[in-house]
T-cell receptor, first 113, second 113 residues
Framework: AQSVTQLDSQVPVFEEAPVELRCNYSSSVSVYLFWYVQYPNQGLQLLLKYLSGSTLVESINGFEAEFNKSQTSFHLRKPSVHISDTAEYFCAVTDSGTYKYIFGTGTRLKVLA | ETGVTQTPRHLVMGMTNKKSLKCEQHLGHNAMYWYKQSAKKPLELMFVYNFKEQTENNSVPSRFSPECPNSSHLFLHLHTLQPEDSALYLC????????????FGQGTRLTVV
């Protein structure tokens, strides 16, 4: 069965500092990985995805994540965060057999001025 | 706007009431999902429909009854709920015949009193 682990429930970081949000997955089949962001009282919005090809994927607002098969990880990074990045971030996995999206418990990123 | 619309956005209901949540998508997707998001708990997959067939029922109590009349609409019928059922209920959709990201609605905030 698929599962996703986000070890950090909260990550405080100062504005303009770098940040890494960790995600590890468990699956016995080929996986497809996603990062979603959720702002208060809203649904989840896709941040970036790994389906195939380059293991380094980027979003339009400066986030990037790298698929590492040997370490079963898909960590999210940003070299310089803004106050507006304060939100909850969810890592998710699916496969081509079930089309079920399994989510981690989320990491609350709080950017401090 | 993600293309997935949920109504109502907020709902307060008594334990003896019957109500329904509605989800609509016009993205041409064939798979639709219900998730439950409770405070301090991971996002829980409740039901999956693919091409109108239910492919997943994640041990959800029978007081939650899904309905998928066509690929564009998904309902969650609620009756005799408990206070612990209070949560944000999220609907999502995806292509269903190949792996891409899921698109989420804004959610319905349900409070059971």
């Amino acid at each position: 069965a698929q599962s996703v682990t986000q070890l950090d429930s909260q990550v405080p970081v100062f504005e303009e500092a770098p940040v890494e949000l960790r995600c590890n997955y468990s699956s016995s089949v080929s996986v497809y990985l996603f990062w979603y962001v959720q702002y208060p009282n809203q649904g989840l919005q896709l941040l970036l995805k790994y389906l195939s090809g380059s293991t380094l994927v980027e979003s339009i607002n400066g986030f990037e994540a790298e698929f590492n098969k040997s370490q079963t990880s898909f960590h999210l990074r940003k070299p310089s965060v803004h106050i507006s990045d304060t939100a909850e971030y969810f890592c998710a996995v699916t496969d081509s057999g079930t089309y079920k999206y399994i989510f981690g418990t989320g990491t609350r990123l709080k950017v401090l001025a | 706007e993600t293309g997935v619309t949920q109504t109502p956005r907020h709902l307060v209901m008594g334990m003896t009431n019957k109500k329904s949540l509605k989800c609509e998508q016009h993205l041409g997707h064939n798979a639709m999902y219900w998730y439950k998001q409770s405070a301090k708990k991971p996002l829980e997959l409740m039901f999956v429909y693919n091409f109108k067939e239910q492919t997943e029922n994640n041990s959800v109590p029978s007081r939650f009854s899904p309905e998928c009349p066509n690929s564009s609409h998904l309902f969650l019928h609620l009756h005799t709920l408990q206070p612990e059922d209070s949560a944000l209920y999220l609907c999502a959709s995806s292509l269903g015949d190949r792996v891409t990201e899921a698109f989420f609605g804004q959610g319905t905030r349900l409070t059971v009193v």
